[in-house]
């Protein structure tokens, strides 16, 4: 218990700070997206492959995960801020670019999902796994789904993972729980209904893309400045 409570003490406040602001920024941007688009006019289409989503049934046991998604959205980036400096700006600079593009695609490429066509919310029973999927239905369009393409669920799981998989202060339990977890939440998106395959691996697809990169590029650039600008007092005293 000590040791957790140490743990805790020694997160910095731009953990904190990142942890809150980069989940509220990317609930508005989902929201704002969908807003966009209808502006705009833009047709949404169906994601669907029948071959594969017709074989994938509602587990309402996996709304659980789902849901515990959102805690390890928060304590993601509280994790990796007790990596290095420049990990953590990484991080940023990649998880902030990938938002913008699932941002860009909702707008431009918009998709969604009919839950009666589906035949998902009539199917549902009285358990309170069920019940609590009828309430993430009722707060997410009710009986269209949209921003199903990419599935942000996927992508910012993955990048949590991928901001500390290779740092060493992070223990190594930690990383396998947070290994574990992105599958279920992964998992969870299709099992829950909630999106189709392809946005699994839409979301999937751009964390992939924006990890290596961007790691690629700080060995090229020093990003060191960009930490001074957002915390000058560790600047000359930190050593990466």
Not at 17 to 36: D, E, H, P, S
Not at 196 to 216: A, E, K, M, Q, R
Request: aromatic share 18%.
């Amino acid at each position: 218990m000590k040791i957790i409570i140490s743990k805790i003490k020694s997160i910095p406040w731009y953990g904190w700070v990142a942890g809150i602001v980069l989940f509220g920024l990317q609930y508005g941007l989902y929201r704002l997206a969908n807003v966009i688009s209808v502006a705009l006019n833009f047709t949404p289409v169906c994601p669907k492959i029948d071959a594969i989503d017709d074989l994938i049934k509602v587990i309402p046991v996996f709304v659980i995960p789902y849901i515990f998604s959102y805690v390890f959205w928060i304590c993601g980036p509280i994790a990796v801020s007790l990596t290095s400096k420049k990990n953590f700006i990484n991080y940023l600079i990649g998880i902030l670019s990938a938002y913008l593009v699932g941002f860009v695609i909702f707008i431009f490429f918009p998709t969604y999902m009919s839950r009666s066509e589906e035949g998902i919310i009539d199917g549902l029973g009285t358990d309170i796994f069920s019940k609590l999927l009828a309430m993430i239905y009722g707060n997410d369009g009710g009986d269209l789904a949209f921003n199903l393409f990419p599935s942000y669920h996927c992508l910012i799981s993955l990048y949590c993972y991928l901001g500390i998989r290779k740092q060493p202060e992070i223990a190594k339990g930690f990383k396998i729980y947070s290994g574990v977890m992105v599958i279920l939440i992964c998992l969870s998106t299709v099992f829950t209904k909630q999106h189709y395959f392809i946005d699994i691996v839409g979301g999937i697809s751009i964390s992939l893309s924006f990890i290596s990169p961007l790691y690629f590029l700080a060995k090229l650039f020093d990003f060191d400045f960009f930490f001074f600008l957002v915390y000058p007092a560790t600047y000359k005293t930190t050593s990466y």
